[in-house]
């Protein structure tokens, strides 16, 4: 960027953003002083200021948290306009559903308990909200009442229809491939989190 115009650049950049959430109706802005605008959604609020030497920073806060945080040195506009913008979906990003509990069962409780090992770990690695836990057979009348669903080893089927009228959760049986197979995206894929 031509450093003679850089002033009037980072001006009508500045202009620019706020002319962008002025126009947006799902967002209100705020013009704290000269160089910082304040933009609301919801419970969030985007902090968005631009320093005289042309330093740009964001700010997205979520109650106390900060979500989103970048800063960098205003050089062209398609670059600062693509920043801006995923600060703004940072800031329209939907809060995430609580946590599933799903609680695995078969006779022992290890080789459920292996696989909720690995899909804690998949879930993790993909910031997919549901936490697995493993139990026996023997266990579960003292523990199911913590947990949204609960997954029979297919070893256990024969059991399916009797837990179904003892316990008022959502009982299945694991598909006998995907438990053989430690599949967890297919696990994942098949478990209904809008239930």
């Known amino acids: 960027m031509d450093e003679f115009y850089r002033k009037e650049n980072i001006y009508i950049f ?17 013009i704290c002083d000269e160089r910082t605008y304040k933009i609301y959604y919801q419970d969030k609020i985007a902090k968005f200021i631009i320093w005289p030497m042309g330093i740009v920073e964001e700010f997205v806060f979520d109650e106390e948290n900060l979500l989103f945080y970048l800063h960098y040195q205003f050089y062209n506009y398609y670059y600062a306009t693509d920043l801006f913008y995923r600060m703004i979906k940072k800031l329209k990003e939907v809060k995430r559903k ?16 292996f696989f909720a090992d ?39 089927r024969f059991q399916l229809m009797k837990l179904k009228e003892k316990i008022d959760k959502k009982i299945e049986c694991m598909d006998p491939v995907v438990f053989a197979t430690y599949d967890c995206q297919e696990f994942i894929k098949n478990l209904s989190l809008d239930s």
């Open 118 to 156: 690995k899909l804690n770990q998949y879930c993790q690695s993909n910031r997919i909200p549901v936490q697995v836990e493993a139990t026996s057979f023997h266990s579960l009348d003292k523990v199911y009442g913590k947990y949204d669903f609960i997954f029979l080893a297919p070893q256990l």
């Open 14 to 30: 500045k202009r620019w953003v706020y002319y962008q959430v002025k126009e947006d109706c799902d967002l209100k802005i705020e």
């Open 98 to 113: 609580s946590i599933c509990h799903v609680l695995l069962c078969c006779t022992s409780g290890m080789t459920t308990g």
